[in-house]
C-alpha cells in the first residue's frame, strides 16, 4: 500500500467552500474504508468522515449537514465538500485508509497521508 495524498486545502472566510481530495493508491480493491479526520492546534485528532468502496458513510456530529464526503472507487480517490465553514473549522485535515468495514468505528486507520491547512477566517 501507498500512503494517501491529500490536496485542496487553503484559507477562506466564515461561510465560504473549500473541496479536499486525497488519493490512496492500493485502496482500489477489496473492502475498505478512507476516511478524513482533522487536527486543530491544542486538541485532539477527530474523524470528520468516512465511506466505504461499497458507499458506506459516516460523520462526525460537528460536521453533519455541513459536509460531505464521496468516494471514486476507480481512482481510489474520495473527496469533502465544506460548506459554510466555520472559524472552528480550522485545522490540519488528514485522509486516512484501512482495509475492512467502515462500521467499525474511527480506529485503526494504518495508513495517514501528510495532512492538508484549512483555515477559515471570522
Known amino acids: 500500500k501507498v500512503q494517501p495524498v491529500e490536496s485542496g486545502g487553503g484559507s477562506v472566510q466564515a461561510g465560504g467552500s473549500l473541496k479536499l481530495s486525497c488519493v490512496a493508491p492500493?485502496?482500489?480493491?477489496?473492502?475498505?474504508?478512507m476516511a478524513w479526520f482533522r487536527q486543530a492546534p491544542g486538541k485532539e485528532r477527530e474523524g470528520v468522515a468516512r465511506?466505504?468502496?461499497?458507499?458506506?458513510?459516516y460523520y462526525g456530529g460537528s460536521v453533519t449537514g455541513r459536509f460531505t464526503v464521496t468516494r471514486d472507487n476507480g481512482k481510489a480517490a474520495i473527496y469533502l465538500q465544506m460548506n459554510n465553514l466555520k472559524p472552528e473549522d480550522t485545522a490540519v485535515y488528514y485522509c486516512?485508509?484501512?482495509?475492512?468495514?467502515?462500521?467499525?468505528?474511527?480506529?485503526?486507520?494504518?495508513?495517514w497521508g501528510q495532512g492538508t491547512q484549512v483555515t477559515v477566517s471570522s
Open positions: 486516512a485508509a484501512r482495509q475492512g468495514a467502515c462500521f467499525l468505528g474511527w480506529g485503526s486507520f494504518d495508513y
Open positions: 492500493g485502496f482500489r480493491d477489496s473492502r475498505n474504508c
Open positions: 465511506i466505504s468502496n461499497g458507499g458506506d458513510i
